[in-house]
């Protein structure tokens, strides 16, 4: 938890670990799946049967490969309720096998099969004359995945990551202005707050209106080279934010910088966003 108070309100950052996906299949639709949903901040376990689809050179983005048996590999997950559970396997007889694992268990905060909708349907009632509960059946996204028309192994992957996010986002919202809203980690941009090379500043977004590229809680560090990691949106909003940071680097203090994304000047640049935000900005002062 970070914790800064600016212009007497208090704001607390939290730094949440990432999610984690399990993939219950090693197709093609995973494949393309692990990689974007590495790039979304998940944690990406993948399960198959077969020892030439559950491979770390097939999943390099995975953080755990395991090539078991669906069950037994469920069981030695201890699926958690925070857990997002897809069901991608060869298929329904191992979606079968995959689902009555879980719904046996804590549910998962998000449970999504792949399939038509007739024969996901008619694997539900299955279930659902075998005894499950219709509560947990109704949780099951079947078909996974937004409609968006995909078609590709790629697309069909965009669709069911988008339909994750939309899930994510579901959570109660932060409290603006005290709670920040995001809360993903990035390791190395903390690193370099703690440990990098002379002076280092810190950029933090406490508060953000109308349409801006990021929201609050968003951080970056940057460095007296003009090196920077993390983001807090790109683009000039974000230069504006390091030129301010500039001119504090090295002298131990703090400033709050007003980036005015609707103003003529952002127009003349054609930002597509036409928000604002307040951005915290602290000279990390080395020991």
Known sequence: MLLRTV?????????????????????????????????????????????????????????????????????????????????????????????????????????????????SAGLLDLLASEGFEPDRL??????????????????????????LVERRRSRAGAEEGVLLHQTNTDAEMLRQLAEGDGPRALLLVLETTGSTPVKSGAMMAMDGAGRSWGTIGGGCSEAAAMGRARRILGTGTSAVAEVDLSNDAAESEGMVCGGTMRVYIEDVAEE
């Open 7 to 119: 212009e007497g309100t208090a704001y607390a950052r939290r730094f949440l670990p990432p999610d984690r996906l399990i993939l219950l299949g090693g197709g093609h639709i995973s494949q393309a799946l692990c990689a974007m949903a590495a790039m979304l901040d998940y944690s990406v376990a993948v399960v198959d049967d077969r020892p030439a689809f559950a491979n770390a050179g097939r999943f390099p983005q995975a953080s755990q490969v395991l090539c078991d048996a669906f069950p037994r590999a469920i069981e030695a997950l201890a699926i958690r309720p925070t857990d997002y559970v897809c069901c991608l396997t060869r298929g329904h007889r191992w979606d079968a096998e995959c689902l009555r694992q879980v719904l046996a268990g804590p549910m998962p905060f998000y449970l999504g099969m792949i399939g038509s909708k007739r024969r």
């Open 138 to 163: 109704a949780a099951v996204r079947a078909p996974i995945g937004l409609s968006i028309g995909a078609l590709t192994p790629a697309e069909i992957a965009v669709s069911i990551c988008a339909e």
